[in-house]
């Protein structure tokens, strides 16, 4: 059972963490007696703390809670037992700083219980999680030129779904810093949530054009006050007004960056494809054989290949070649992308960290991964080396989507650059080469032809020997970079 704490998306942050973020804050604001700073969700008190210790005083500091069991965290604070979202403050403060609650749409009753409200306040910013409207809210309750420093899941980053919200963001605000935290920073409260800590400011008429940014890739431990030089980055806040989606990509190279400018040729314009069958109830309607050969009424299910699983595997599950009979009868059994059925083509995984593509053999049918199709065949062999290639998986996993689920929609987001004829050949007969020798032994090493791969990809997007190392050092260890 979880705590009522952990039912409500609260997480205690840690100290070190609620230091350098108490800091920042600090360091964006100026020197007045006169400050109001709140901490919309208070909880165990440790931000209203910290900004004691570090020589504020109680009068300056304004705290709500929605927890009637939340102890004031000093006597002489503003304390109230307030739902922030529902205040209504606007322009009241000069900071806002806490770690506002975790919970999404589907987790949290809060949704339902207030849908009309919400719809009303934040509709147009995207209604998916607590964390993004305690951000609005908090925005519209800062003065102009006023701070905020939060510390929220990373997901708002690359997820589609917060497009409007990093929209909001761009507009309104100037973002001064989004540093990545620490991987396992909540786990010590049982908390696998990847986090980071974003600095802005509300943006005046005075405001400056073009925010320099100060992007701080993922730390490897609480070290805030001196990251590597190279998890570094400075880029002008216009950066991610045109990235696709208004993607936020924290501390990638420039010359990676620079191909996901719009307008660009995304490599959906000539890989189509998309989603096939969902049926709904995979037990009832999949079967594996994994000691014996499929009957000859069983046709080849690829559903969701996994990083060992890249370029070619034989088919874990098979679905009866009577499938559409099944449509009518699975009341929750979905077909899309028909014309694409028994076409060979290219199968992704989509669930995981890593990200991988395999050749989806003549005759097969796929599930509800991305399943792409070149516009013509003689490409096929291009299109799966391109997509096993590391700069392909760094732009999938580091730009284009940091969660854990890749659709066909963000792979066809890539930019896609056309090679030259003698870079296509290298690219197909290698890929080609590894297909059947994967067809032979499944536990071929592809090593040498990987990296032949790669290369050619670098080549063919003009990536430079740093970004190349950087690229190769995300690769090796997604889980702790990503």
């Given at each position: 059972m979880f705590s009522p704490q952990r039912m409500m998306g609260q997480y205690t942050t840690p100290k070190e963490t609620v230091q350098y973020m108490t800091r920042k804050l600090l360091s964006e604001l100026p020197e007045k007696s006169d400050l109001k700073i709140l901490d919309p969700a208070t909880g165990d008190g440790i931000f209203i703390h910290?900004?004691?210790e570090e020589g504020l005083t109680a009068e300056n500091l304004y705290a709500f809670d929605i927890d009637q069991k939340t102890a004031s965290p000093h006597p002489d604070v503003h304390f109230y037992y307030e739902d922030f979202l529902k205040v209504d403050q606007q322009g009241?403060?000069?900071a806002i700083i806490g770690n506002p609650p975790y919970k999404s749409k589907r987790q949290s009753p809060y949704f339902s219980e207030n849908r009309e409200r919400i719809e009303r306040e934040f509709g147009k910013i995207g209604i998916h999680n607590l964390y993004s409207l305690f951000i609005h809210k908090g925005i519209q309750c800062l003065k102009p030129g006023g701070v905020m420093t939060m510390i929220v899941q990373d997901s708002f980053l690359t997820n589609i779904y917060y497009?409007?919200?990093?929209?909001f963001l761009l507009k309104e605000t100037e973002i001064k810093e989004i540093v990545l935290a620490p991987r396992r920073?909540?786990?010590?409260?049982?908390?696998?949530v990847r986090t980071a800590i974003i600095t802005l400011k509300k943006r005046d008429m005075e405001a400056a054009a073009f925010t320099q940014m100060r992007l701080v890739d993922r730390l490897n431990e609480q070290n805030y006050n001196h990251p590597p030089e190279d998890n570094i980055q400075y880029l002008s806040q216009q950066t991610f007004e045109q990235m696709p989606a208004h993607n936020f990509a924290i501390n990638v190279p420039?010359?990676?960056?620079?191909?996901?400018?719009?307008p660009y040729q995304p490599l959906g314009s000539v890989l189509k494809g998309g989603t096939g069958i969902s049926t709904g109830d995979d037990r009832s309607f999949l079967r594996e054989f994994k000691n014996e050969h499929a009957p000859s009424d069983w046709i080849p299910f690829y559903k969701n290949g996994g990083r060992k699983d890249a370029w070619y595997?034989?088919?874990?599950?098979?679905?009866h070649k009577n499938w559409p009979e099944y449509v009518n009868k699975g009341e929750n059994f979905t077909v899309r992308n028909r014309s694409y059925f028994y076409q060979r083509g290219i199968t992704c995984s989509s669930m995981g960290v890593d990200f991988s593509a395999a050749l989806l053999p003549e005759g097969s049918l796929f599930g509800v991964n991305a399943n792409l199709f070149p516009e013509h065949e003689e490409d096929l062999y291009y299109f799966l080396g391109l997509?096993?290639?590391?700069?392909?998986?760094y732009m999938v996993r580091k730009v284009l989507n940091r969660t854990n689920m890749i659709t066909s929609g963000y792979i066809k987001k890539i930019p896609y650059i056309e090679p030259d004829p003698l870079q296509k050949l290298v690219m197909i007969e290698t890929a080609r080469n590894i297909v059947d020798k994967k067809k032979e032994d499944p536990s071929f090493q592809t090593g040498e032809w990987q990296s032949l791969v790669d290369q050619t990809v670098y080549e063919i997007y003009g990536i430079s020997s740093f970004s190349r190392s950087k690229v190769h050092d995300f690769c090796h260890d997604i889980m702790e970079k990503i």
């Open positions: 910290t900004l004691l009241q403060y000069d497009k409007n919200f990093r929209e920073l909540f786990h010590i409260g049982k908390a696998d420039e010359d990676i960056l620079r191909h996901f400018k719009v595997y034989e088919p874990k599950y098979y679905i997509l096993n290639s590391k700069l392909i998986k």
